[in-house]
């Protein structure tokens, strides 16, 4: 059967032999009522009556050269790429950073509490002179009886320390304070199985004896099995409360920074250089204040490592200011709490 296709002039339906190619001079010379007796198809030089059977042979103007431009395409063959090798690599990641922080937790309680090696006394054998320290330290928590003190009330007197010692104890503390509603608020808080009230509670005590595992837990791939935990009063308190925990911290850090410079500056505890001496010799003989400076390095990882993992529940103005911030200690956990956004989802991810 015969299939026409577009040309460039109009002529008849070709002969009856297929595939024969007629003349453009034939063509002119054909009458336009023989043209157009049969349905005319148009034609640039020659008509092909009918579809080869094979392949449709290429028609050219008549004298016109051809020129055919070879296209060349440089492009490769797309590469499909999948998220398997990403979380792959991701997974081998968290198992060498988990690795280091089981590794980084053993040496924390054998090296602070068991071994003599480091300065002071490991906990079996601590003496009484650094139990009573310790006690007078905790009843000046946050400066409170020394104010009261101060102001006239004195229901109970505040124990008279070096101002230093105090300063650094407040100090650590206040801190660790803060990292209630930031632990309470992270994303991946449910990989931890165990109670967040104990763990942070405990952690207020032994400081980074109960963070460590916590920041190796966390890393364990989430269970899709598992639903958001429901929040406990104590989470929910200091949630919604974020804020206020934020600034009673951080008055609590720049007051314990404050009275180690000038505390008791009546009570014989020298100037700035003496006082600086003082922490020195304190670091090097006391246990609880050289393992606080072990406490103020993982809290100096830590900070900016939870408040990263968890930007998205700060309020989007203010992503940028706290993204930088978390980066300066003490100062970026108090921004972190002061942005977040009370409406954000807090699940795991």
């Known amino acids: 059967m015969a299939v026409p296709f577009p040309c460039a002039t109009l002529c008849p339906p070709p002969p009856n032999h297929p595939g024969e190619l007629i003349p453009l001079k034939l063509v002119r010379k054909m009458s336009i009522a023989q043209a157009t007796s049969t349905p005319a198809v148009l034609c640039t030089s020659y008509c092909i009556q009918s579809r080869p059977s094979v392949r449709r042979p290429i028609i050219l103007r008549q004298n016109v050269p051809c020129k055919i431009n070879t296209i060349i395409c440089h492009a490769g063959r797309r590469k499909f790429t999948t998220n398997i090798g990403v979380s792959s690599d991701q997974n081998s990641t968290n198992k060498v950073i988990q690795t280091a922080l089981w590794i980084a937790e053993g040496i924390y309680v054998v090296w602070l509490f068991l071994l003599p090696y480091a300065p002071g006394d490991p906990v079996w054998a601590i003496s009484s002179q650094t139990l009573n320290s310790l006690l007078s330290l905790s009843l000046n928590f946050f400066f409170i009886l020394p104010f009261s003190n101060s102001v006239g009330i004195h229901l109970l007197e505040a124990p008279v320390l070096h101002p230093v010692s105090e300063g ?62 429901k929040p406990s009063p104590l989470a929910t308190v200091m949630t919604n409360g974020a804020s206020i925990c934020g600034l009673i911290g951080g008055v609590v850090c720049l007051i314990s920074v404050l009275w180690a410079l000038f505390g008791r500056i009546d009570g014989g505890f020298g100037n700035i250089s003496d006082r600086w001496e003082f922490l020195l010799s304190y670091l090097g003989s006391e246990r609880l204040a050289y393992a606080f400076i072990w406490d103020i390095g993982f809290y100096i990882v830590f900070q900016p490592w939870l408040i990263g993992d968890n930007l998205h529940i700060v309020e989007k103005s203010k992503v940028v200011i706290v993204n930088y911030l978390r980066f300066v200690p003490v100062i970026g956990l108090v921004a972190y709490l002061f942005c977040l956004n009370p409406n954000s989802p807090r699940d795991q991810n």
Do not use: H
């Not at 650094?168 to 509603?181: C, D, E, S, Y």
């Not at 608020?185 to 400081?207: E, H, N, P, V």
């Not at 269970?223 to 935990?229: A, N």
């Open 168 to 229: 650094l104890f407040n100090f650590v503390i206040g801190w660790t304070f803060m990292f209630a509603p930031m632990l309470f608020t992270d994303c991946k808080r449910d990989r931890y199985k165990w109670s967040l009230d104990i763990l942070w509670g405990a952690q207020m005590f032994l400081t980074n004896t109960f963070l460590i595992p916590y920041m190796a837990i966390r890393l364990n791939e989430a269970d899709k099995d598992d639903t958001p935990t």
